[in-house]
Each structure stands twice: as structure tokens, then as C-alpha cells.
């Protein structure tokens, strides 16, 4: 003979209710960006940035590929800034004209001089090895 109860030897265990629908979720340019660049702050992990958002850190390790694949904007292209140059101060308050140089042919090249830093890069340095050099120190800022 059966038995139709409703009583079970079984104890019931965790019980999860789903109340989202199930659609995907959509992300702005802005919001994708805004995310990317909070997994770039030194000491930040992506599966605590992605799980802030509800996100999988698939998904924000998607989002970081891509933004690399972008080419360069205008911002991120190496800037020019003007040269200078210290003249020697003018003894006695005289008005001095400025020394005129010679061009010598072991000298040449660029000196970058960041917060007490100086890197020089020799007459004959390849763009690529500049352009590392920029690079690098925008990655250090």
C-alpha cells in the first residue's frame, strides 16, 4: 500500500529563491572604464573589484584585454615640453649675451629630468626605446 503524506524522513536543507528574470546586464563605456581603471590602482585585486560589482572577474579580465587593444588616444601619446635652458646668471647686473655652442658630435640626445630623476637617452636612441622610456615613467606615476 501507498502512503500520500506530506511527512518525509528527509530534512530540508538550504533553500534558494531566484527573483531576477534572467536578462542580460548592460554596461556603458563609462561604466566598463570606471571598472577597468579601479582593478589599475596598485594593490587592487580583480575578483574583489569584479564581486563589488556583481561581476565575474572573467569578465572584468575581458574588459582590461580590450581596453589594451584600443588604439592610443591623444591623452596617452607622448606630450613635447618645452626645452630649457640655464644660462649662467649675469655677473654684476650686466645684460650678458646668451654663449653661443658649438655643435659637438658625441653630444645630442634627450635628458628627461622627473622629479629629481634625470634619464638621458643618447643621440642615435630608437623610438622604441623612448617611447619605453615614457611609458614607463607614466606607469610609475
Request: aromatic fraction near 4%; charged fraction near 30%; include cysteine.
Amino acid at each position: 500500500m501507498l502512503d500520500h503524506t506530506l511527512k518525509s524522513d528527509v530534512a530540508t536543507g538550504r533553500l534558494e529563491v531566484i527573483t531576477e528574470t534572467g536578462r542580460r546586464r548592460w554596461f556603458s563605456k563609462d561604466d566598463k572604464v570606471r571598472i577597468v581603471e579601479e582593478t589599475l590602482v596598485p594593490g587592487a585585486v580583480v575578483s574583489d573589484v569584479a564581486r563589488r560589482h556583481g561581476l565575474t572577474p572573467q569578465q572584468v579580465f575581458t574588459w582590461r584585454r580590450q581596453a589594451r587593444q584600443l588604439p592610443a588616444t591623444r591623452a596617452e601619446e607622448p606630450q613635447f615640453v618645452p626645452a630649457v635652458i640655464d644660462a649662467p646668471a649675469a655677473a654684476g647686473g650686466r645684460k650678458r649675451k646668451a654663449p653661443r655652442c658649438k655643435a659637438k658630435p658625441d653630444l645630442g640626445g634627450i635628458e628627461i629630468d622627473v622629479d629629481g630623476i634625470i634619464i638621458r637617452a643618447g643621440r642615435g636612441t630608437d623610438a622604441a626605446t623612448i617611447a619605453a622610456i615614457v611609458h614607463a615613467l607614466k606607469a610609475s606615476r
